[in-house]
């Protein structure tokens, strides 16, 4: 159930990531974090909604994911020592745990920050600061950390390969002994 629940949290993630990366470009000049002027005022609008929406289902898939991997890694029994694919995975994932919650918390305040420019157009009130605001949160999110985010979100898919095609091969003879001092600890597990 737990791999389940990672598995469920990591497409909502990495998909939420890329919905995000196509809906920003639409903002932005191609190939530079200046935004576009020749975006009607509704389509910047809508741009935003859709970006908060992203922000909120990116947030949720990360938690799910991270949920799901700490369950994964108390209730399996798999031996990181004999398993050192899944080591890699585990050390790729979890190398990026600070940077994922710095990130979420830019991603959190985005969505609030939306949620009151549609509440100042609303009131008609002038939502200039709000804009302004959202786009700094915005160009921070992106270009953050010096693009950190960027380089976890390929270290996630590097993990998904290192789990999928097993790039390291271990030899015979290590597994069958490794195999026999598993059979040794489960006895001496029972024994006790």
């Known amino acids: 159930m737990a791999l389940f629940i990672m598995i469920v949290g990591?497409?909502?993630?990495?998909?939420?990531?890329?919905?995000?990366?196509?809906?920003?470009n639409?903002?932005?000049?191609?190939?530079?974090?200046?935004?576009?002027?020749?975006?009607?005022?509704?389509?910047?609008?809508?741009?935003?909604?859709?970006?908060?929406?992203?922000?909120?289902?990116?947030v949720f898939g990360y938690f799910l994911a991270l949920v799901g991997f700490i369950t994964f890694l108390f209730k399996s029994r798999i031996r990181m020592k004999t398993h050192p694919n899944i080591m890699m995975a585990v050390i790729l994932f979890a190398m990026f745990i600070p940077v994922e919650f710095y990130t979420s918390y830019l991603d959190l305040k985005f969505f609030v920050s939306f949620v009151d420019f549609q509440l100042q157009?609303?009131?008609?009130?002038?939502?200039?600061?709000?804009?302004?605001?959202?786009?700094?949160?915005?160009?921070?999110?992106?270009?953050?950390?010096g693009g950190l985010s960027v380089i976890a979100i390929l270290s996630y898919y590097s993990a998904i390969g290192a789990i999928?095609?097993?790039?390291?091969?271990?030899?015979?003879?290590?597994?069958?002994?490794?195999?026999?001092?598993?059979?040794e600890d489960r006895s001496a597990d029972s024994g006790t």
Do not use: C, H, W
């Not at 000049?29 to 935004?35: S, V």
């Not at 009130?125 to 709000?130: K, S, T």
């Open 10 to 24: 990591g497409i909502l993630y990495l998909g939420g990531s890329a919905a995000r990366a196509i809906i920003g």
């Open 26 to 58: 639409d903002l932005v000049e191609i190939g530079t974090l200046k935004f576009r002027r020749d975006i009607p005022f509704d389509a910047e609008k809508e741009i935003y909604n859709l970006l908060a929406q992203t922000s909120l289902l990116i």
């Open 121 to 145: 157009l609303f009131l008609g009130a002038d939502p200039g600061p709000l804009r302004n605001e959202m786009r700094r949160l915005f160009v921070e999110r992106v270009s953050g950390l």
């Open 164 to 183: 999928v095609f097993r790039p390291i091969k271990r030899k015979k003879t290590e597994e069958i002994s490794e195999d026999n001092a598993e059979a």
